[in-house]
């Protein structure tokens, strides 16, 4: 190949001087070596065509943002896991206050209290405000009166 295929390769004219041609050799030298780093992920030698390298680049930058994609996603299942592990706990913490304002919530309905206020906060609430508060029963004071009951007799 002669100098003046080479000058019009990388797009000078015929008669562009030799400092031109060794710049625009430099410039295409320095890309190629950047595509060697490790981290570029592009391995190519200095033969390799431009349809090549254009190839590999773009290839390059397809296997980096599928990388980068899935470090995304990795990321956003972890927050939505520790959002619901906030939410989760600050629900819970909701049922145990009012478990120690002395509503009666039993073992089996804790969890299902839970998972209700944690999506319908206000209706959960309302439910557990409607079970009967001991600490209330506890409070009255005074003598208690038991009418007596009728006895059934069969006749």
């Given at each position: 190949m002669n100098a003046i295929a080479i000058r019009q390769r990388l797009g000078l004219p015929e008669d562009a001087p030799d400092t031109d041609l060794t710049g625009a050799l430099q410039e295409v030298l320095s890309y190629l070596t950047s595509l060697d780093r490790p981290d570029c992920g592009v391995m190519l030698s200095g033969a390799s065509?431009?349809?090549?390298?254009?190839?590999?680049?773009?290839?390059?930058s397809d296997a980096r943002l599928v990388g980068y994609r899935q470090n995304m996603m990795t990321m956003q299942r972890e927050t939505e896991a520790m959002r619901a592990q906030i939410a989760r706990a600050h629900s819970r913490d909701i049922v145990n206050m009012q478990a120690e304002k002395g509503y009666a919530?039993?073992?089996p309905i804790i969890e299902t209290l839970v998972e209700l206020h944690m999506q319908k906060p206000d209706e959960a609430?309302?439910?557990?405000?409607?079970?009967?508060?001991?600490k209330m029963r506890l409070s009255f004071?005074?003598?208690?009166?038991?009418v007596p009951v009728p006895e059934v007799t069969d006749k």
């Open positions: 065509s431009p349809a090549d390298v254009l190839d590999a680049v773009l290839l390059s919530i039993s073992r609430l309302a439910i557990m405000q409607c079970l009967p508060n001991l004071k005074g003598q208690v009166m038991q």
